[in-house]
């Protein structure tokens, strides 16, 4: 049986969190394997419409294959986006959209990046340290495992791999880096290990989730993955129109953190405004407070467990 390329997390959930209304307009920031988008797509009248994201090629080869009929003519309520959800301001002017009435944005990594191997996405495999999202430009994990400083492989481990280890982990790659450049995925995780080769199979729990988090420190620096979450969540809430809902769905601390603290108060420090009487100042009435996966759908889609869902409304 074939991998899927990706079975969206909590989706029952997210479709009741955003409320859909049928002549409504809509996003899905990241399309990915394309379940999120049909399920709201089937909740539209002919008078609503859905944007897709993503900035994968990946991505479109595998929808229009997938779901030939989004595609087709006859439902030009559906447009997919090639690019990145972080330009969201300016393909809705591109589009002459002024106002949008729900957005999604599902940010765990597709099926499809961990499980295929060049891609570089997972220390499970054998393959090229790439981890770009958009293989069309811009830098990979191997420029920066081979090009940053110590100090900066540092800052990045501990700051997106929230790895006590950083330092040392640094200083391993840059002496390894001077005597061969490290290129492939089992290459930066037997080093980080210090080790020469690795049997993944066999390695205790607490050195996978080293390496884990050593590729997800990677993964975000690669893809500028919070900046881009930033930048959204700005654009988002500039855009949804009053009783508009977004719906985020996050999978490690970092992301879920900048979620839940700008819901609450409606700016990207997390900083929390009060007016007179101690009311807090937000755009935002929250609706899902970090929802996670029931033990059946676990049980079917493991990797749903470190989902978490959280919906908020505009005021």
């Known amino acids: 049986m074939s991998t899927p390329y990706h079975i969206p997390a909590l989706l029952t959930e997210t479709l009741e969190g955003l409320h859909i209304r049928p002549e409504g307009v809509y996003v899905d920031a990241t399309f990915g394997g394309g379940g999120h988008s049909r399920a709201m797509y089937g909740q539209l009248s002919p008078q609503g419409q859905l944007f897709s994201f993503d900035r994968d090629p990946d991505a479109l080869a595998q929808a229009q294959t997938t779901y030939p009929d989004l595609f087709a003519a006859e439902h030009p309520r559906f447009t997919f986006v090639h690019s990145d959800f972080r330009y969201l301001s300016q393909w809705m002017d591109y589009y002459h959209i002024s106002a949008i009435d729900g957005l999604l944005a599902d940010l765990g990594v597709s099926f499809h990046h961990f ?151 409606g700016n990207l420090e997390g900083e929390v405004q009060k007016d007179f009487y101690g009311n807090i100042l937000t755009p935002f009435r929250i609706i899902e407070k970090g929802r996670t996966a029931t033990p059946e759908e676990v049980q079917s889609n493991p990797r749903a467990r470190s989902a978490k869902l959280r919906v908020a409304e505009k005021l």
């Open 115 to 265: 499980d295929t191997a060049e891609r570089g996405f997972s220390f499970r495999f054998q393959g090229p340290l790439d981890m770009r999202m958009n293989r069309g430009g811009g830098k990979t994990a191997a420029d920066i495992v081979n090009t940053y400083s110590e100090e900066d492989l540092a800052r990045v481990f501990y700051q997106y791999g929230e790895l006590s280890q950083a330092r040392p982990l640094a200083r391993r790659i840059v002496k390894a880096r001077q005597q061969q450049p490290v290129l492939r995925t089992e290459q930066l995780a037997a080093i980080a290990l210090g080790e020469n080769t690795l049997d993944i199979e066999t390695l205790a729990p607490l050195r996978k989730k080293t390496l884990t988090l050593l590729f997800q420190a990677l993964r975000i620096e690669v893809n500028d993955e919070l900046g881009a979450l930033r930048e959204l969540l700005l654009s988002a809430t500039q855009l949804l129109r009053k009783g508009g809902r977004i719906a985020i769905l996050t999978y490690h601390s970092l992301e879920d953190r900048l979620v839940k603290n700008f819901f609450r108060a």
